[in-house]
């Protein structure tokens, strides 16, 4: 009998345990998550309100971590006060993404049953392509003790929508962006109307002298018929014989434009090139953009 006794005794103190505490861990994303003294019934990521079990995101690209009805925090006439702290570590150490508390605005608490709690990572600067990150979110409450965690590690990826072609030439990232939306365009979809940047970060291989460079940059653009959308043989042409300073060019170079309208042969086949005038260094971008109302 005392070895019965002491065995559903086991039993009971290891069933308690994994009530206050948990550790669960998804193979396929590779989403840890552990919890003391609260509990979720669900984890997951979502890309465009859709689940996806993927690590791999392109740059420009939000995912969200999803803490789907979490209980456990202790209530003040009926309201909950989450605490939810945000960090993003390179491969090397350094934090390129933090925030101390993603609820810090809901002073007065949460009245929502079942609790849904969200955090929002976009994968752009200081982020960048070819990068591996470990995602760390931390919630806590207020009013109590309970704490619940999640780890995920992730890879970031260019675009590879972009196809880029370089003589003498290397860079750090190449992408799209929207001045309207003040997002990294990463699915290649555009509207009428929107000032679309192709930015160029990083270039090096441009002959240097005295601390200026000659580069050239041309836009091109058809639509599905081959008709002629953009035109520009060279955006720097008054820059022909004065040059760019080395640093500003390093640091980014873009061109930008605007289509209006309301009806287009889609996609626009769009061409940026930018070469130096004083050497054979170039680089040419190719990408297809579709253009939506």
Known sequence: MRTVFASLLFLLTLSGCQFSK???????SGLLTTGDGLSCETVFLSVNDEKTERNTFVYG????????????????????????????????GDTVLYSKDLYSDYINGLKISPLLLTSSVTVASPMKSKGEYLLHVNIWDKKGKGKFSAKFNFNVISNDKIIVEAVNVLYDEIYLFSKERETVIHDNKIKFNENAYVIFEGLKGFKEENGIVFPGLSLKGTDNTGASILDFNDLFSDYTNSGLALTDFNKRVSSHFILS????????????????????ARIKIRTDLIVEP
């Open 22 to 28: 948990s550790v669960k861990k998804d193979l396929v």
């Open 61 to 92: 690209e939000e995912f969200i971590v999803n803490f789907s009805n979490i209980e456990g925090f202790e209530k003040t006439n009926d309201y909950l006060f989450p605490g939810m702290q945000l960090d993003v570590i390179s491969k090397t």
């Open 261 to 280: 309208g309301s009806e287009f042969k889609n996609p626009l086949h769009c061409e940026v090139t930018i070469w130096d005038k004083k050497s054979d």
